[in-house]
Nanobody
Framework: QGQFVESGGGLVQPGGSLRLSCTAS????????VGWYRQEPGKQRELVAI???????NYANSVNDRYTISRDVAKYTVYLQIHTLRPEDTATYYC????????????????WGQGTQVTVSA
């Protein structure tokens, strides 16, 4: 039972860029934080970026400065821009909503969407 529709993934060459979209059915941003996760085959889902209800952003150390999360409230959409893609960015990317403002203490929903696949390969 997904709450969002993720899109924007695809096959990209190393060094390229992608913008992923996460669209909700209504404006939830005044109440919920939204996070982007990625999951590589055989590994656990990993939180990589969050944007809080107040619009503050935070990122996992592993993504350095290559990931940028943003939102368009009017479109009910949160974006994840990924620059200088690397093969290790290959994963399925999901978004989720949660209550809280601090990385590590947000209570995330148990429901997930289908995700969007990103494959980085020459």
């Amino acid at each position: 039972q997904g709450q969002f529709v993720e899109s924007g993934g695809g096959l990209v060459q190393p060094g390229g860029s992608l913008r992923l979209s996460c669209t909700a059915s209504q404006n939830i941003f005044q109440i919920y934080a939204v996070g982007w996760y990625r999951q590589e085959p055989g590994k656990q889902r990993e939180l990589v970026a969050i944007i809080t209800s107040g619009g503050n952003t935070n990122y996992a150390n592993s993504v350095n400065d290559r990931y940028t999360i943003s939102r368009d409230v009017a479109k009910y959409t949160v974006y994840l821009q990924i620059h200088t893609l690397r093969p290790e960015d290959t994963a399925t990317y999901y978004c989720n909503k949660g209550i809280g403002v601090r990385w590590g203490s947000i209570k995330w929903s148990e429901y997930w969407g289908q995700g969007t696949q990103v494959t980085v390969s020459a």
